[in-house]
């Protein structure tokens, strides 16, 4: 079978570099590698002709303006493969990524996608306070219930052809698919070879438009409403018993008690992370977690209610 790696870019000029890099050592060549540029400002189409050149057949398309989703489709749309895969600039993949996804479609015709994790690869303390908080170790995931991110999957064309990735959502694009797949019984599968690394967020603020941008496309679909649901109620009630029963201190152990048990996660995994950093890099880590959180939680709240509201008024992007 042929295979196609297909990706959308946009002003990814520091990244590109290394998942080229990463391209020329897979065990698997693609026979061809489709990318889509939605209007990079920077270097990044002469980086990418310069770099991907040679490592199999290269095609750009040019595509300003385009979201992701729009991306994506036209790069599989004039890509030649029978199988797809979908990866994103700024992750990390292992030498045998490529070889894990094709390996698992043409070993079991009944699987319709393979996936693999994004793990955390910090470079910085905020980066590693950040991924403790956002991404879970892969012992920590079920495969089932895992929102499955289009930054390592593969599947056949017929598939995407069934399901294109929808242009009317911004963000959370691929979300959506992996919530109509796993409602329409299709077969999701994990290789671990297939997992690859992201390096988190290096600011506070790049993190916050993030974390808003995935929300708000959550509430444009109308997409992990009980979820939302459940963090505005958290907020609310804690700060509610907090207000009413001022300085009482049963009522401040009851929420840091509480506090606490929502934070058990984050701390569990940053002290899995900081092992062979400075004693001192290590506790400011941990120091920011709460900071980390907060900020996050209130990106998803702002950001999702701008999604709904969009969604509500019909000022997303047409159906």
């Given at each position: ?61 040019d595509l300003p303006g385009s979201n992701i989703s729009a991306g994506r489709n036209r790069a599989i749309s004039e890509s030649t493969g029978d199988l797809i ?8 993949l292992k030498p045998g990524w490529l070889e894990s996804l094709v390996r698992e479609l043409e ?213």
């Amino acid at each position: 079978m042929r295979v196609s790696v297909c990706m959308t870019v946009k002003n990814e000029a520091g990244s590109v570099g290394d998942l080229a890099r990463d391209f020329r050592a897979q065990t698997l060549i693609p026979d061809e590698i489709v990318v889509t540029d939605g209007g990079s400002t920077d270097d990044t189409p002469r980086i990418l002709a310069q770099q991907l050149q040679g490592i199999s057949t290269l095609k750009l398309i040019d595509l300003p303006g385009s979201n992701i989703s729009a991306g994506r489709n036209r790069a599989i749309s004039e890509s030649t493969g029978d199988l797809i895969a979908i990866v994103d600039a700024g992750l990390r993949l292992k030498p045998g990524w490529l070889e894990s996804l094709v390996r698992e479609l043409e070993n079991n015709p009944a699987t319709d996608v393979v996936f693999g994790y994004i793990l955390a690869r910090p470079a910085t303390v905020f980066e590693t306070a950040l991924g403790a908080v956002t991404i879970p170790d892969a012992a920590e995931i079920d495969p089932e219930r895992y929102a499955v991110s289009a930054g390592s999957m593969a599947f056949r064309r017929e598939l995407c052809e069934l399901y294109p990735f929808p242009e009317w959502l911004d963000y959370g694009e691929d979300m959506y698919l992996d919530l109509r797949w796993r409602a329409d019984g299709r077969i999701l599968v994990h290789s671990s070879g297939a997992d690859v690394g992201f390096r988190p967020r290096s600011t506070m603020g790049s993190f916050f438009r993030q974390y808003f941008n995935y929300a708000r496309g959550d509430g444009q679909g109308r997409m992990w409403l009980n979820r939302h649901l459940m963090r505005f109620l958290a907020y609310l009630g804690g700060g509610t018993l907090l207000v009413a029963a001022g300085g009482n201190p049963l009522a401040i152990a009851l929420a840091a008690g509480g506090g606490f048990f929502y934070m058990r996660r984050p701390y569990r995994r940053v002290m899995a992370r900081i092992a062979d950093i400075p004693v001192a890099s290590a506790l400011l880590a941990m120091l920011l977690l709460p900071a980390v959180r907060a900020a996050g939680d209130v990106a998803k709240m702002l950001g999702f209610l701008a999604g709904l509201r969009e969604s509500l008024t019909g000022r997303q992007r047409a159906r």
